[in-house]
């Protein structure tokens, strides 16, 4: 007899970069093609060295590092955010208005657990973040997905039809993933507008807002005087530091909101990584040069890849920006089959959009996720060159 295992849990998919790594048991690379890896948004390189030596300096000379710390985070790194985005997006926010948590994953479940139980509903549009979908089916919260079309721009009067009596929040990821696309300010605005007059929470994940094409503030949010009554924000620190292993994130918020979600990271974490949040802080005072330089570098990597794409016949490029693209591809096999068999032809990791999207929409069957800020210039390169050779 064994032990019952959640239903809930059990009906989730697989990880689904987990389940893309095991297409690679067995699979041996010929000299000179070697894998070429753009299946995970993960900076592959290490923090810049003078990061390094910050924590390692923390580890050495701070015996606070090495204890438990407040729940909600430091409270120098919870200022210095709350410092700078108010500078950023013209908007007033306060130190108790942020929290520290293991990540930006973590940031969403904590506060997906303080607005909806089992039987509410969240709206994603699609294609949506599969880790955002995993978390709502674990807890039996219903995902209605909003569709989003080929423009990949998600409409808030669309989103009002599927608002109903046990819809509890919208969840908007901008620059997303996996699109890519980053949202006009009028569309969150827009959908802000919406959450509001129907009391649902807005949550905005900016996890990729580092390498937003655009300049100035991405949205005047912020700049009601009432954000914190509708709006919750999210970011992640592991891509413009590099401090991906470390798992340091941050939820701006209502001091309210974040008193429920102190209940949730004290039963499940404590406390964030101390030695994260040090590098995090000294990142955000110190690297702001070298940031603006990173963003550089993967706004070279968004035009290689749009330029790749005019070479391939048959391709539909749908997004392009941050660390993605979204295609359409014109194999006939469908895109999972299709996934794996790059692995062998082609030498190529990536993601099918069946991973991305509800089973019973047939376009994810058309479409792949390419996580494009893994490679560089010679990487993109080749890639084109190996998605050009394959024969249809």
């Known amino acids: 007899m064994t032990m019952p295992l959640n239903p809930a849990m059990e009906a989730t998919f ?88 293991q990540g930006c994953n973590q940031a969403f479940c904590a506060v997906m657990s303080t607005l909806a139980g089992a039987g509410d509903e969240v709206i994603l549009p699609t294609p949506w973040y599969f880790n955002h979908k995993m978390w709502l089916d674990m807890q039996g919260v219903k995902a209605v997905p909003l569709a989003t079309g080929d423009g990949l721009i998600p409409d808030p009067e669309a989103a009002a039809r599927l608002i109903g009596p046990r819809t509890r929040a919208i969840v908007l990821v901008s620059p997303n993933n996996p699109g890519g ?58 891509k413009a530091y590099r401090l991906t292993g470390h798992r340091v994130g ?22 964030p990584s101390q030695l994260g949040q040090i590098a995090a802080l000294w990142g955000m005072r110190n690297l702001g040069d070298w940031v603006a330089g990173e963003r550089l570098e993967i706004l070279a990597r968004r035009a290689a890849m749009v330029q790749g794409f005019a070479r391939l ?14 295609v359409e591809h014109p194999h006939p096999l469908p895109s999972p089959a299709f996934a794996k068999a790059l692995v062998r032809e082609a030498g190529v990791l990536l993601l099918p959009g069946t991973m991305f999207m509800p089973a019973e929409d047939p376009a994810g069957a058309r479409q792949l996720r390419i996580a494009f800020a893994n490679v560089d210039a010679a990487g993109i390169g080749a890639l084109f060159d190996r998605l050009e050779r394959l024969a249809f």
């Open 14 to 101: 697989l990880p689904p970069v987990m389940e893309a790594r095991r297409w690679l048991d067995g699979v041996v690379f010929p000299e000179g093609r070697p894998l070429i890896n753009v299946s995970q948004a993960a900076p592959v390189d290490p923090p810049p060295l003078a990061l390094r030596q910050e924590i390692a300096r923390a580890a050495l000379d701070d015996p606070a590092a090495h204890l438990y710390g407040p729940v909600l985070g430091l409270p120098a790194l919870r200022a210095e955010v709350a410092a700078q985005w108010s500078a950023a997006y013209g908007g007033s926010v306060a130190p108790d208005q942020v929290a520290i948590t």
């Open 181 to 238: 696309v980053e949202y006009p300010a009028e569309v969150l605005r827009g959908f802000y507008d919406l959450a509001q007059a129907r009391g649902l929470g807005l949550i905005v994940d900016e996890t990729y807002r580092d390498f937003d094409s655009r300049t100035g503030a991405p949205h005047d949010l912020f700049t009601d005087p009432d954000w914190a009554g509708t709006l919750i924000q999210l970011y992640s620190f592991s």
């Open 250 to 271: 941050a939820i701006t918020a209502s001091a309210a909101q974040l008193t429920e979600v102190e209940k949730f990271l004290d039963t499940v974490a404590i406390c």
């Open 313 to 326: 016949e048959g391709w539909r490029l749908l997004g392009c920006g941050a660390y993605f693209a979204y």
